[in-house]
Protein backbone atom coordinates (compact mmCIF):
# COMPACT_ATOMS: atom_id res chain seq x y z
CA UNK A 1 0.00 0.00 0.00
CA UNK A 2 1.09 3.64 -0.74
CA UNK A 3 1.02 5.42 2.33
CA UNK A 4 0.36 9.14 2.28
CA UNK A 5 1.93 11.41 4.96
CA UNK A 6 0.32 15.11 5.57
CA UNK A 7 2.22 17.73 7.35
CA UNK A 8 2.07 19.47 10.01
CA UNK A 9 -1.68 17.56 11.62
CA UNK A 10 -2.52 20.65 12.56
CA UNK A 11 -1.54 24.69 12.16
CA UNK A 12 -2.89 27.73 13.65
CA UNK A 13 -3.18 30.65 10.92
CA UNK A 14 -4.33 34.19 11.03
CA UNK A 15 -6.77 35.81 8.10
CA UNK A 16 -4.97 37.02 5.69
CA UNK A 17 -1.77 34.61 6.29
CA UNK A 18 -0.29 31.74 3.62
CA UNK A 19 -0.70 28.73 4.51
CA UNK A 20 1.41 25.68 3.07
CA UNK A 21 0.89 21.74 3.77
CA UNK A 22 2.87 19.11 2.60
CA UNK A 23 1.71 15.41 1.60
CA UNK A 24 4.77 12.72 1.37
CA UNK A 25 4.02 9.37 -0.51
CA UNK A 26 5.52 6.15 0.63
CA UNK A 27 6.62 6.21 -3.29
CA UNK A 28 6.58 7.80 -6.28
CA UNK A 29 2.95 8.63 -7.35
CA UNK A 30 3.29 10.70 -10.66
CA UNK A 31 0.92 13.76 -10.24
CA UNK A 32 -1.99 11.07 -9.22
CA UNK A 33 -2.77 13.57 -6.20
CA UNK A 34 -5.87 15.24 -4.90
CA UNK A 35 -6.52 17.35 -2.55
CA UNK A 36 -10.26 17.92 -0.52
CA UNK A 37 -11.46 20.20 2.12
CA UNK A 38 -13.84 19.14 5.17
CA UNK A 39 -15.69 21.16 7.30
CA UNK A 40 -17.22 19.49 10.31
CA UNK A 41 -20.67 17.98 9.65
CA UNK A 42 -20.18 17.73 6.36
CA UNK A 43 -18.51 15.56 3.85
CA UNK A 44 -15.29 16.27 1.89
CA UNK A 45 -14.88 18.35 -1.00
CA UNK A 46 -12.72 17.91 -3.83
CA UNK A 47 -10.70 21.59 -4.24
CA UNK A 48 -7.54 20.20 -6.55
CA UNK A 49 -6.93 17.31 -8.88
CA UNK A 50 -3.52 16.22 -10.71
CA UNK A 51 -1.98 17.61 -8.66
CA UNK A 52 -2.51 21.35 -9.74
CA UNK A 53 -6.11 21.30 -11.23
CA UNK A 54 -7.89 23.74 -9.50
CA UNK A 55 -11.55 22.37 -9.62
CA UNK A 56 -14.22 24.63 -11.27
CA UNK A 57 -15.72 27.19 -8.59
CA UNK A 58 -13.01 26.69 -6.47
CA UNK A 59 -11.02 30.36 -5.10
CA UNK A 60 -7.65 31.31 -7.00
CA UNK A 61 -5.94 31.47 -3.55
CA UNK A 62 -5.67 27.49 -3.81
CA UNK A 63 -2.72 26.40 -5.38
CA UNK A 64 -1.27 23.03 -5.95
CA UNK A 65 1.71 21.95 -6.98
CA UNK A 66 4.09 19.01 -6.79
CA UNK A 67 5.21 15.42 -8.00
CA UNK A 68 6.43 11.96 -7.53
CA UNK A 69 6.32 11.92 -3.72
CA UNK A 70 6.07 15.46 -2.27
CA UNK A 71 3.13 17.92 -2.49
CA UNK A 72 1.77 21.17 -1.34
CA UNK A 73 -1.25 22.94 -1.00
CA UNK A 74 -1.11 26.66 -0.83
CA UNK A 75 -3.76 28.80 0.80
CA UNK A 76 -1.94 31.96 -0.29
CA UNK A 77 -4.49 34.64 1.67
CA UNK A 78 -6.16 32.64 4.24
CA UNK A 79 -10.08 33.38 4.51
CA UNK A 80 -12.65 33.06 7.67
CA UNK A 81 -14.37 30.18 5.46
CA UNK A 82 -10.63 28.03 4.47
CA UNK A 83 -10.73 27.02 8.67
CA UNK A 84 -11.70 23.19 7.95
CA UNK A 85 -9.14 20.07 7.32
CA UNK A 86 -7.62 19.54 4.60
CA UNK A 87 -6.88 15.68 3.36
CA UNK A 88 -4.62 14.70 0.09
CA UNK A 89 -5.41 11.62 -1.71
CA UNK A 90 -3.74 9.63 -4.30
CA UNK A 91 -4.79 7.52 -7.12
CA UNK A 92 -1.44 5.77 -9.04
CA UNK A 93 -1.86 2.55 -6.99
CA UNK A 94 -5.95 1.58 -5.23
CA UNK A 95 -6.52 4.63 -3.34
CA UNK A 96 -5.35 6.21 -0.32
CA UNK A 97 -5.83 9.25 1.85
CA UNK A 98 -3.48 11.13 3.88
CA UNK A 99 -4.00 11.91 8.00
CA UNK A 100 -5.51 15.58 7.58
CA UNK A 101 -4.01 18.80 8.36
CA UNK A 102 -6.51 21.00 10.36
CA UNK A 103 -6.17 24.45 10.04
CA UNK A 104 -7.00 26.38 13.08
CA UNK A 105 -7.49 30.04 13.97
CA UNK A 106 -4.63 32.00 15.57
CA UNK B 1 -25.92 18.40 -9.90
CA UNK B 2 -25.94 15.06 -8.24
CA UNK B 3 -26.42 14.36 -4.36
CA UNK B 4 -25.49 11.48 -1.96
CA UNK B 5 -27.57 10.88 1.14
CA UNK B 6 -26.59 7.74 3.10
CA UNK B 7 -29.01 5.64 5.30
CA UNK B 8 -29.01 3.11 7.56
CA UNK B 9 -29.15 2.14 11.10
CA UNK B 10 -26.88 3.93 13.70
CA UNK B 11 -26.12 1.29 16.08
CA UNK B 12 -24.88 -2.33 15.18
CA UNK B 13 -23.86 -5.37 17.43
CA UNK B 14 -20.20 -6.72 17.44
CA UNK B 15 -20.48 -9.93 15.40
CA UNK B 16 -23.36 -8.43 13.33
CA UNK B 17 -23.46 -7.15 9.74
CA UNK B 18 -23.71 -3.12 9.03
CA UNK B 19 -25.96 -2.05 6.10
CA UNK B 20 -26.10 1.38 4.84
CA UNK B 21 -27.74 2.69 1.76
CA UNK B 22 -26.62 5.84 -0.72
CA UNK B 23 -29.62 7.21 -2.70
CA UNK B 24 -28.49 9.10 -5.48
CA UNK B 25 -30.38 12.28 -6.44
CA UNK B 26 -29.81 14.92 -9.45
CA UNK B 27 -28.37 12.26 -11.90
CA UNK B 28 -28.52 8.59 -12.81
CA UNK B 29 -26.61 5.62 -11.29
CA UNK B 30 -25.84 3.91 -14.31
CA UNK B 31 -23.80 7.24 -15.83
CA UNK B 32 -20.05 6.19 -16.19
CA UNK B 33 -18.96 6.98 -12.83
CA UNK B 34 -17.85 4.59 -9.59
CA UNK B 35 -19.80 4.51 -6.93
CA UNK B 36 -17.73 4.26 -3.70
CA UNK B 37 -18.00 3.99 -0.11
CA UNK B 38 -15.45 5.51 2.29
CA UNK B 39 -14.97 5.74 6.07
CA UNK B 40 -13.31 7.78 9.02
CA UNK B 41 -13.59 6.53 12.65
CA UNK B 42 -13.82 8.59 15.20
CA UNK B 43 -10.66 11.35 15.34
CA UNK B 44 -9.16 9.94 12.55
CA UNK B 45 -8.22 9.93 8.94
CA UNK B 46 -10.47 8.80 5.58
CA UNK B 47 -10.21 5.01 4.57
CA UNK B 48 -11.30 3.92 1.37
CA UNK B 49 -13.64 0.88 1.32
CA UNK B 50 -15.05 -0.08 -2.02
CA UNK B 51 -16.33 0.77 -5.17
CA UNK B 52 -19.25 -0.44 -7.31
CA UNK B 53 -19.94 0.55 -11.28
CA UNK B 54 -23.22 0.38 -12.52
CA UNK B 55 -22.40 -2.72 -13.95
CA UNK B 56 -22.37 -4.64 -10.98
CA UNK B 57 -18.05 -5.16 -11.51
CA UNK B 58 -16.70 -3.82 -7.94
CA UNK B 59 -13.38 -3.40 -6.08
CA UNK B 60 -12.63 -3.68 -2.70
CA UNK B 61 -9.53 -2.29 -0.16
CA UNK B 62 -8.24 -5.71 0.24
CA UNK B 63 -7.82 -4.83 4.43
CA UNK B 64 -11.75 -5.00 4.09
CA UNK B 65 -12.32 -7.28 0.91
CA UNK B 66 -13.34 -10.46 3.26
CA UNK B 67 -16.05 -9.08 4.91
CA UNK B 68 -17.20 -5.96 2.38
CA UNK B 69 -20.22 -6.47 0.25
CA UNK B 70 -21.23 -3.56 -2.47
CA UNK B 71 -24.30 -3.64 -4.26
CA UNK B 72 -26.30 -1.51 -7.09
CA UNK B 73 -29.97 -1.45 -7.46
CA UNK B 74 -30.70 1.08 -11.04
CA UNK B 75 -33.99 0.67 -10.63
CA UNK B 76 -33.60 2.50 -7.20
CA UNK B 77 -31.04 4.54 -8.77
CA UNK B 78 -29.11 3.63 -5.17
CA UNK B 79 -26.30 1.72 -3.86
CA UNK B 80 -25.74 -0.46 -0.82
CA UNK B 81 -22.88 -1.49 1.55
CA UNK B 82 -23.11 -4.63 3.68
CA UNK B 83 -19.95 -4.88 6.27
CA UNK B 84 -20.19 -8.01 8.31
CA UNK B 85 -18.56 -9.45 11.40
CA UNK B 86 -18.11 -6.08 12.71
CA UNK B 87 -16.08 -5.29 15.85
CA UNK B 88 -15.80 -2.15 18.00
CA UNK B 89 -12.70 -1.05 15.30
CA UNK B 90 -15.68 -0.41 12.70
CA UNK B 91 -17.40 2.46 14.26
CA UNK B 92 -17.33 5.28 11.66
CA UNK B 93 -18.23 8.03 9.58
CA UNK B 94 -19.22 5.96 6.85
CA UNK B 95 -19.29 8.43 3.19
CA UNK B 96 -20.46 7.41 -0.23
CA UNK B 97 -19.10 8.85 -2.91
CA UNK B 98 -18.80 9.43 -6.92
CA UNK B 99 -15.69 8.73 -8.05
CA UNK B 100 -14.66 9.70 -11.73
CA UNK B 101 -11.79 8.54 -13.74
CA UNK B 102 -9.71 10.05 -16.66
CA UNK B 103 -7.17 7.42 -17.25
CA UNK B 104 -5.57 6.56 -14.21
CA UNK B 105 -6.60 10.03 -13.04
CA UNK B 106 -9.17 9.58 -10.25
CA UNK B 107 -11.40 11.90 -7.56
CA UNK B 108 -14.20 11.52 -5.70
CA UNK B 109 -16.96 14.29 -5.97
CA UNK B 110 -19.45 14.87 -4.62
CA UNK B 111 -19.72 13.32 -1.38
CA UNK B 112 -22.63 12.34 0.75
CA UNK B 113 -22.80 14.08 4.11
CA UNK B 114 -22.11 11.09 5.98
CA UNK B 115 -23.78 8.94 8.75
CA UNK B 116 -22.27 7.90 12.22
CA UNK B 117 -22.57 4.10 12.64
CA UNK B 118 -21.43 2.77 16.25
CA UNK B 119 -20.69 -0.34 17.32
CA UNK B 120 -21.78 -1.53 20.78
CA UNK B 121 -23.54 -4.09 22.41
Known amino acids: DIQMTQSPSSLSASVGDRVTITCRAS??????LNWYQQKPGKGPKLLIS???SLQSGVPSRFSGSGSGTDFTLTISSLQPEDFATYYCQQSYTSLTFGGGTKVEIK | QVQLQESGPGLVKPSGTLSLTCAVS?????????WSWVRQPPGKGLEWIGE???????NYNPSLKSRVTISVDKSKNQFSLKLSSVTAADTALYYCASKHTSGWYSWFDPWGQGTLVTVSS
Open chain 1, 50 to 52: AAS
Open chain 1, 27 to 32: QSISNY
Open chain 2, 52 to 58: IFYTGST
Open chain 2, 26 to 34: GGSISSFNW
